[in-house]
Structure formats: structure tokens, C-alpha cells
């Protein structure tokens, strides 16, 4: 009896083990209102989990940082960040693919790969602490189209060509191929990477500017040389004073060079090798005299020298190589004291009987330490549309009368506060007025010589001086002759007229005091 009961108890465990590992069975067995209580409390719980993660990853970023979801902007500047959150979950849980993001002016020191963002198209790192860019740091931005890495602490040996590799294909690496603009201004260069750009091909504006190259050496040379599409260079701050052979003739796109702030003495001769170049800045350089011409070029619209310490004189033709120059920037040079009339011309040479002058548009000559303004130097005034003058110490005298009565006016019709600012700074009577005042009243300056004085006021002053001269030479002539013939006479008792009255002398009239006898000797031979 026992064997059967045991024989039953075993049957019944096989039945109910199979019944618990079939979910089948497991199914078939349970309630249909057990099943469904079962599958809410389960959807609920993972429901609540997923609220719950996604709230602290959108935390993570958002509580931290500016999350513009209209404008598509990611803003964690200035959030003493040390770090761009590299983890992907944390991107991957913004509520919008962000275009712009921004990092600047936090604690970064090394930058780790960025995570798959295909919007993005602008990132900045900039005023930060970084000293590392680990390679393929933004292989997974392929859409990224500008890349800020300027003010940081990155130096020749961090910046490596893998830095910007893109994905790996069947036989290289791809190219970062839309990323257009990069800027590393600021850094500890000295010298780039000849393959720094090589996974850069469509770069178009580099700014290297406030790094220490002092010269542009071979590396730097053949890395520049290989962006055939780039047209901004900026080179500003860098100590250069010179630019290697060819240096421009590779790029041959290039629209906009900046090289101010350097130590070039003279314009660069490399700059007639650049093809299409329309915009050159050689502001806060070393010059002191522009007495020749500059390189050649034609398509040239834009030129600025400013800020210039030592400039003192621009000579004859020094911008008559510039045909097409409609921008001249020639201001805050404070010892800029003489600009030539034919500076923006080429000597005439026959057959041609006029000057040829380029399409002048604007022309800043403001704040330097001119006196004078040549009427020839622009062949049309007219023509200008923005003309500055203020903070000269112009001369208000004969030569520049045409200012007054010709450019005044025709410069108010561009500008009606044209000649605001414009002061007499000589001659000493006319200092501190204002040249405004002397066109209101139809004020004719005088001529003034070298020395600053007026000649036609000295004209009373030299006839008074000649009819002095005339009147006063017989007097003291004939007071002269009467003081001789009175200091002659003897002292004699008589009226005072009787001394007026010179006797003549006889031989005996004269002293013997003058006579000596002659020695004479007792012996002759």
C-alpha cells in the first residue's frame, strides 16, 4: 500500500515540474485576471524605470547647462566644467539633436572622442585648459562644420593629423569632410604637422593667430600649402617678419590674409603671389616709411594699416599697385604725418595724359598726426562713401582752404555730420577751432611759410623797418662827422658856437712831442 502511495506522489511531482518549466502550461493554467494584473504591474514598473533614467540623464546636461531647444543650442559655457560628458547616454537623452554646442571658458584640460551627434554642426572648446586631444576626437561629428579650439594650451606635439580622422573605411580613414572652419589661435604652437590637415580636404578658413611660430618653417609651410581650397588665413600675432617663397602660391583661393601685429618692416614680396587675394590687413607692423610700391595685386579691395607706431610718411605711388582697391584703412598711426598726392598713382606715362586712380569707396584717415590733405590725392571725392578725417591736427591756413570751401561740402551730402570732429591744430591763433565754424562763415585762411608764420602780416613791419632805416642812417651819419669835428677842438674860452668851427692846422701848429732829433755819429768813413 505504501508502494502505491509513493508511486502516486512521484507521478504527481513529474506532472507539477513539467506544468512550472512550460510557460505554455504556465499560461493555460493562469487566470486571464491574473494575467492581465500581472502584465500592468510589469508595463508600470518599466515605465517608471525608463522615466525615471531618461530624468537623470536629461539632468545630467540640462541642470548643468543652457538647453535652447527653438534655436537647437547647447550652452555650457562658463560652468567650470572638467569635462564634455562623454558619455553617449547622456547626449543620447537631450529632448533635441543640438547644432551648436559650447564648452568655452570652463576647466577642460583633455578632450575625449565626442559621441555620434549629426547635427551637429558647431563646436567650441575655446578659452579652456586643454593640453590633449585624444585621436579621432571627433570622428563620430561627420556633419560638424566648425571646430573652436582657440585660447587653450596646445602645443606642436599634441596637435597630430589623426586628431581628425573620420571613420574607418574598407582601405583609410574617412575624412572629416564637411568641417569648413578651425580655428587654433591662442595655442603654444611654434610649428604644424606637415600631414596636420590631411583628413581636413574642404578646410577653407584656418586662424593660427597669438601662436608663437616667429618663422614660417618648412612643416608649417607644406601643411598650409596643402589646403587647395582654403581662402581665410590668419597669421595675426604670430612674430613673423617675413613669408617663405611660394608661401601663397599653393592656396591658390586664398581671398583673406591677416598679418597684423607681426614684425614685417616693408610689405612682403611673397604677397604678388597670391592669385585672388581681396582683403590684406598689415595693421600693427614695424614700418616707418611706405616709400616704395607694394607687391602687385590686382584683385586687392580691402588694405589696413593701423595702429602702426612707427609709421611716419607714405611716399609716391606706394598703393598705385592696388587697381582695384575700394577700402583704404589708414588710420591710428600716431606719427603718420605725410601722405604723398600721388601715393594711390602711378607716374603718368605717355601716351596717357591723366592719372589713373583705383575705385575708391571709403577712406578712414583718422587719428594719426596729419596737417595737410593733398586735393589730387583721390581722383573723385565724389565718388567716396565714407570719408574720415577727425583727430588730425590739421593745418587752417591757404593750403588747405580747398577743405573748407570744396570737400566740406561735398562730403555733407554723403554724410551730414561729415567734418564733426575736425579741429585746427595750427597755426597758434586758429588752434582749436573748428573747421566747421570756418566754412559757416566763408573764412579765408592766410598763408603761413615753413616755419608756421604769416608773411603777409610781416609787410607793415618791413616798410616801418626801411623808412627807419632811411631816416635814421644820415642822422647817425651827421651826428657822427659833428661828434669828429667837436672832439678836435681845443678847449678855448668863447661862445659855445665858436667850437662849432674847425681851424686848419700849419706845420707849425703841430707838437714837436712827435719829433725826435736824429742820433748823430762823430765818425765818418
Not at 255 to 265: D, E, K, M, P
Not at 304 to 310: D, E, G, M, P, W
Not at 479 to 504: D, N, Q, T, Y
Request: negative net charge; aromatic residues 6%.
Amino acid at each position: 500500500m505504501w508502494r502505491l502511495s509513493l508511486g502516486a506522489a512521484c507521478c504527481l511531482a513529474v506532472v507539477l515540474g513539467a506544468l512550472a518549466a512550460d510557460p505554455a502550461a504556465d499560461v493555460a493554467v493562469a487566470s486571464p485576471a491574473n494575467q492581465t494584473n500581472a502584465n500592468m504591474t510589469a508595463s508600470s514598473n518599466a515605465t517608471s524605470a525608463n522615466n525615471t533614467s531618461a530624468a537623470v540623464k536629461d539632468g545630467v546636461i540640462c541642470a548643468l547647462c543652457e538647453c535652447d531647444i527653438e534655436r537647437k543650442l547647447l550652452n555650457c559655457s562658463d560652468k567650470d566644467l572638467t569635462h564634455h560628458f562623454p558619455d553617449p547616454a547622456h547626449w543620447a537623452a537631450l529632448p533635441f539633436e543640438p547644432k551648436v554646442v559650447l564648452f568655452d571658458r570652463n576647466n577642460l584640460v583633455h578632450v575625449l572622442p565626442f559621441p555620434t551627434l549629426d547635427a551637429l554642426e558647431t563646436l567650441s572648446l575655446s578659452h579652456n585648459h586643454i593640453a590633449k586631444v585624444d585621436n579621432q576626437a571627433f570622428w563620430n561629428l561627420t556633419n560638424v562644420q566648425e571646430i573652436d579650439l582657440s585660447h587653450n594650451h596646445l602645443t606642436t606635439e599634441d596637435m597630430s593629423p589623426h586628431i581628425f580622422q573620420g571613420h574607418y573605411a574598407p582601405e583609410n580613414y574617412e575624412p572629416l569632410e564637411r568641417l569648413r572652419v578651425l580655428r587654433l589661435g591662442s595655442n603654444a604652437l611654434h610649428s604644424l604637422d606637415p600631414d596636420l590637415f590631411m583628413h581636413l580636404p574642404r578646410l577653407a578658413e584656418l586662424y593660427l593667430d597669438a601662436n608663437p611660430f616667429k618663422v614660417i618653417d618648412l612643416h608649417t609651410h607644406q601643411a598650409v600649402s596643402g589646403l587647395l581650397g582654403l581662402r581665410v588665413l590668419d597669421l595675426a600675432r604670430t612674430g613673423i617678419s617675413e613669408l617663405p617663397d611660394h608661401f601663397l602660391h599653393t592656396p591658390n583661393k586664398l581671398q583673406r590674409l591677416v598679418l597684423s601685429g607681426n614684425a614685417f618692416t616693408a610689405p612682403p614680396p611673397g604677397l604678388a603671389e597670391s592669385h585672388v587675394l581681396q582683403y590684406l590687413d598689415l595693421s600693427e607692423n614695424s614700418f616707418t616709411v611706405l616709400n616704395e610700391p607694394m607687391p602687385r595685386m590686382d584683385n586687392l579691395t580691402t588694405l589696413l594699416i593701423t595702429h602702426s607706431a612707427n609709421l611716419t610718411e607714405v611716399g609716391p605711388a606706394a598703393f598705385s599697385t592696388l587697381p582695384s582697391l575700394k577700402a583704404l584703412f589708414l588710420h591710428s598711426n600716431p606719427r603718420l604725418a605725410k601722405i604723398n598726392a600721388t601715393a594711390l598713382v602711378e607716374p603718368i606715362v605717355p601716351p596717357a595724359e591723366t592719372h589713373e586712380y583705383p575705385p575708391l569707396k571709403t577712406l578712414h584717415l583718422h587719428d594719426n598726426a596729419l596737417s595737410y590733405l593733398e586735393s589730387m590725392l583721390v581722383g573723385r571725392w565724389d565718388h567716396l562713401e565714407s570719408l574720415r578725417l577727425d583727430g588730425n591736427p590739421w593745418s587752417c591756413d591757404c593750403e588747405n582752404q580747398w577743405m573748407v570751401d570744396d570737400l566740406f561740402p561735398t562730403m555733407e551730402k554723403v554724410d551730414p555730420k561729415f567734418g564733426a570732429g575736425l579741429m585746427c591744430g595750427a597755426p597758434v591763433e586758429m588752434k582749436g577751432q573748428a573747421m566747421l565754424r570756418l566754412q559757416a562763415g566763408h573764412y579765408h585762411m592766410r598763408c603761413v611759410d615753413r616755419y608756421g608764420n604769416h608773411p603777409e602780416r610781416d609787410a607793415p613791419i618791413l616798410v616801418g623797418v626801411l623808412v627807419g632805416v632811411l631816416i635814421a642812417a644820415p642822422l647817425t651819419l651827421a651826428v657822427v662827422m659833428l661828434w669828429r669835428r667837436c672832439s678836435a677842438l681845443p678847449k678855448v674860452p668863447g661862445p659855445l658856437w665858436a667850437g662849432l668851427v674847425r681851424p686848419r692846422k700849419r706845420g707849425g701848429d703841430y707838437s714837436s712831442a712827435f719829433y725826435k732829433p736824429a742820433e748823430t755819429e762823430p765818425d765818418f768813413i
